[in-house]
């Protein structure tokens, strides 16, 4: 490395400061995250101990609860809320909300079976038309915050009562539209799995991705004259990564096997987190969270990232919305009533989304989705009544917030914002 | 050289246009009127220093130059044309590089991401190592003393901030480039850095406005020193001017340099006639 010209006394570039502890292999890298976590920067690690807590305990008061079919199942109905979750993730990164999220799914679920059922229009038109509303109301809320400076708190709480609205009024008198059990998208939504073989194929996937693009980052950044890290860290990784996945899949491969429709939700967290963590978009909105008019004086079009942030959030709803109608074989007044809202954002939240903005991850939605489904399947499973389960889900949420706002403290005492 | 009536002189002729020419801007907040008047020009390769009291408008002066405040009226012409800088990102694409007085960084991104922020490189795949290696080598020429690029800038001192404001200020090459208090929160060694790089700036070429307090740092760079007070021209100086007539002039004593200047330039003036 001495022999780069860009290192510095024959340290690497990034190395070269005397007070820097030099981390080096697995140990240094266990060190260096310990150091993170200690100081306030928790990321995961509230949601991953909340799941494993929920699984021993539900496990132990009853075992269906972890049987491989349940746990398809339960997947299954991550995927709807999920998604609209993750539409929440990107507008908590610009320290918003959208609390319309339920209606709008419910609406773009009333389109769909008024325009496909009862207009008879090719589902892929109904489809385009609901997701097409979705982008446009989210313009809607960017517009009115961009120029009036209307809260979107406000904004969207207006929304949640006018979509709400037009939901009723679409579905009129009769109330609710049956989706016929035999269409695809229908069967997308109910009974729809991988074949086996092709998730066992795909389980594998992301550690090898991660082992290439791990090796190759390492590899030119020491060809930069930077430090590229241990290969060891890479490969345990990969390793604990892919261990991880098979198992899961050859767990669920015992039941019914992997979801399609939870596979295309993992699909888009992933594209989600791409965007945000290795796109100019993704660092303007998280530049944009953190300091808004330091964003703006950096030359980023701040009303642009808030425009995007929004349709993006309205659109992913109304895909949650028809994929729920899917799932629930109907579009009717009940559907994105009641808990999909707060679920939707309390996923986020759970998962590890700060509230204040410029802090977060795609994969909070992932992880928050599968809490809340967790608790209430479980609860579901020990018959206890919707009361409880409320009451539970309540008492998780505040855990969150609580554990958002004292790891936000932390930071702030450790001096990492 | 100081003249009330003609403030911001073109010393000496044949050094082409003004990088930035300012005409009777100003800029009202509300009843508040934070700058009137106002007139200044910057050559390439020559550091102007921006001096005045708490309060002057000096910042104001600056943000209206970086597109984050809009003038009230007034022109603003760039290498000759006239502009309006609209917003942060025109300045930015014009040249104009500004390190503001609140540094302007995002504290929950690393110092990279801070450095590379509304100009990365590759929009749909950062490229994180050319801009890490891009960081180091600006920190580096700025003998900057940050351990590590990869901690949120929350995680740094107030020095350690500064130095990755001036960084991010340099990465675009900038035709005009606008230190707010660059020194303020610097120790002996960065002072000293900020200084020697405003020298390589101004030998490159560039126009430099610089704004301080510390008038040793001020003579030390400056070509001309251009002072503001109460929001309005008060005077041009040189560094060889003396050190009481500055002060005068910023703190606007009655019986002051400028006045006694103006007398004797009328004075001048009806002797010539
Ligand atoms: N955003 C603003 N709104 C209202 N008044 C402002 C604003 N920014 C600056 N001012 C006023 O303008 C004047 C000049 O301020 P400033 O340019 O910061 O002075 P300096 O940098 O020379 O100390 C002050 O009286 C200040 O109160
Ligand atoms: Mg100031």
Redesign the pocket.
């Known amino acids: 490395m001495s022999s780069n010209p860009n290192s510095v006394a024959g340290r690497a570039l990034d190395r070269a400061d005397a007070r820097l502890r030099q981390d080096e292999g697995l140990g240094g890298a266990l060190r260096g995250f310990l150091d993170r976590v200690r100081s306030g920067d928790l990321g995961m690690i509230p949601v991953a101990v909340g799941l494993v807590l929920i699984s021993v305990i539900f496990t132990g008061l009853n075992p269906v609860f972890l049987r491989p079919g349940n746990v398809s199942n339960l997947l299954y109905d991550c995927a709807t809320t999920g998604i609209i979750s993750l539409g929440i993730v990107c507008v908590l990164l610009l320290g918003e909300i959208d609390l319309s999220v339920g209606s709008m799914s419910g609406l773009a679920s009333a389109i769909l079976g008024v325009l496909w059922i009862n207009h008879g229009w090719p589902v892929a038109w109904a489809i385009v038309v609901a997701l097409g509303l979705g982008a446009l109301v989210g313009a809607l809320y960017a517009t009115l915050y961009n120029r009036i400076g209307m809260p979107s708190f406000v904004a969207t709480l207006a929304g949640l009562l006018a979509l709400l609205g037009f939901q009723l009024y679409l579905l009129g008198s009769s109330g609710s539209i049956n989706l016929p059990f035999s269409l695809p998208l229908v069967v997308f939504g109910q009974n729809a799995y991988m074949p086996n073989g092709l998730s066992f194929v795909l389980a594998l996937l992301p550690g090898a991705a991660l082992l290439w693009s791990g090796l190759r980052a390492r590899a030119r950044r020491q060809a930069a004259g930077l430090t590229g890290g241990a290969a060891s860290v890479v490969v345990a990784k990969a390793a604990a990564l892919t261990i991880g996945l098979v198992a899961v899949v050859l767990y669920l491969a015992q039941g019914r096997g992997v979801p399609w429709m939870f596979a295309l939700f993992v699909g888009l967290v992933v594209a989600m987190d791409y965007a945000i963590r290795r796109t100019k978009w993704g660092r303007s909105m998280m530049a944009v969270g953190g300091n808004r008019e330091a964003a703006r004086r950096a030359g980023i079009n701040v009303r642009r990232i808030y425009l995007s942030a929004f349709v993006l959030c309205s659109t992913l709803a109304a895909l949650g919305g028809i994929l729920s109608a899917a799932r629930l074989g109907s579009a009717s007044q009940q559907a994105g009533a009641g808990d999909v809202n707060l679920n939707a954002i309390a996923a986020a939240v759970i998962g590890g989304t700060s509230l204040f903005g410029g802090r977060g991850s795609a994969y909070s939605a992932l992880l928050g989705i599968i809490v809340i489904q967790a608790i209430s399947n479980g609860l579901t499973l020990l018959n206890l009544s919707s009361s409880l389960r409320y009451m539970i889900l309540g008492g998780v949420l505040a855990l969150a917030v609580i554990v958002d706002s004292l790891a936000r403290r932390s930071r702030a005492s450790h001096g990492r914002g | 050289m100081a003249d009330i009536a003609s403030p911001a002189v073109p010393p000496d002729p044949g050094r082409g246009e003004p990088v930035i020419s300012l005409r009777n801007v100003s800029k009202n907040?509300?009843a508040?009127s934070?700058l009137t008047d106002i007139e200044l020009d910057v050559y390439p390769g020559e550091v102007v220093a921006l001096v005045?009291d708490?309060?002057?408008?000096?910042?104001?002066?600056v943000k209206v130059l970086a597109g984050v405040h809009h003038p009230s009226s007034g022109t603003i012409r760039f290498n000759g044309q006239e502009v309006s800088l609209s917003s942060p990102s025109a300045a930015l694409d014009l040249g104009i590089a500004t390190v503001f007085?609140d540094l302007a960084l995002c504290e929950n991104l690393d110092v990279v991401a801070n450095i590379y922020l509304g100009r990365e490189a590759n929009p749909w795949k950062l490229d994180e190592v050319a801009m890490e290696v891009r960081a180091w080598t600006l920190l580096n020429e700025l003998s900057a003393r940050i351990p590590s690029v990869r901690e949120p800038v929350a995680s740094l001192s107030g020095g350690q901030r500064q130095t990755v404001a001036i960084a991010r200020s340099l990465l675009l090459e900038p035709k005009l480039i606008m230190l707010d208090e660059p020194t303020a929160a610097l120790g002996v060694a960065q002072t000293a850095e900020v200084l020697n790089l405003i020298e390589r700036v101004r030998e490159r070429g560039l126009g430099v406005i610089v704004?301080s307090h510390n008038m040793e740092d001020v003579r030390a760079v400056a070509d001309r020193i251009v002072v503001?007070r109460l929001?309005r021209n008060n005077g041009v100086f040189t560094p060889d001017d003396s050190h009481n007539d500055l002060i005068a002039a910023i703190t606007g004593a009655a019986e002051n340099s400028v006045s006694r200047r103006a007398e004797r330039r009328a004075a001048r003036q009806e002797g010539h006639a």
């Open positions: 907040f509300g508040v934070a005045g708490n309060g002057a408008g000096k910042s104001t002066l007085q704004i503001l929001g």
